[in-house]
């Protein structure tokens, strides 16, 4: 499964979405894509939606998935997304027993968390 998050100010701005919606209709099984528009949508609280408040609505998917060693997640963005998946899975990974920030720290250790932050 690939499952793809993508973050815009405007839908405008979403790069290959004709393409990422035509493989989501032919591979339902195998990919996923989901987005959020900042200055658009607006999350349950009426805030701007971001990556991390997309993510939290399918966290509890989401953190199933990457209890899977053959799960990868990868980052690119802004630096601020760091801190946004710490409040997006840091309550499921305590509910769990874990720490998010050591959970992290294994997957990179494992090669399957990779951040491109700037």
């Known amino acids: 499964l690939a499952w793809l998050f ?4 405007y839908s405008k701005s979403l790069l290959y979405d004709d393409e990422h919606q ?3 209709k032919e591979f339902p099984d195998q990919f996923k894509y989901d ?8 999350n ?4 701007k939606m971001y990556i991390q408040t ?3 609505e399918y966290a509890e998917e ?4 990457m209890q899977d060693e053959k799960t990868h997640v990868y980052m690119c963005g802004l630096k601020g997304m760091e801190s946004g998946m710490a409040e997006c899975f840091g309550p499921i990974a305590e509910k769990n027993g874990l720490v998010w920030t050591e959970f992290a720290k294994a997957m990179k250790k494992a090669d399957r968390y990779h951040v491109e932050v700037y």
């Open 6 to 9: 993508m973050g815009v100010p």
């Open 22 to 24: 035509t493989y989501k």
């Open 35 to 42: 987005y959020a528009v900042s200055r658009e949508d607006k």
């Open 44 to 47: 349950a609280a009426g805030q």
């Open 54 to 56: 997309k993510m939290a």
């Open 62 to 65: 989401l953190w199933e998935l």
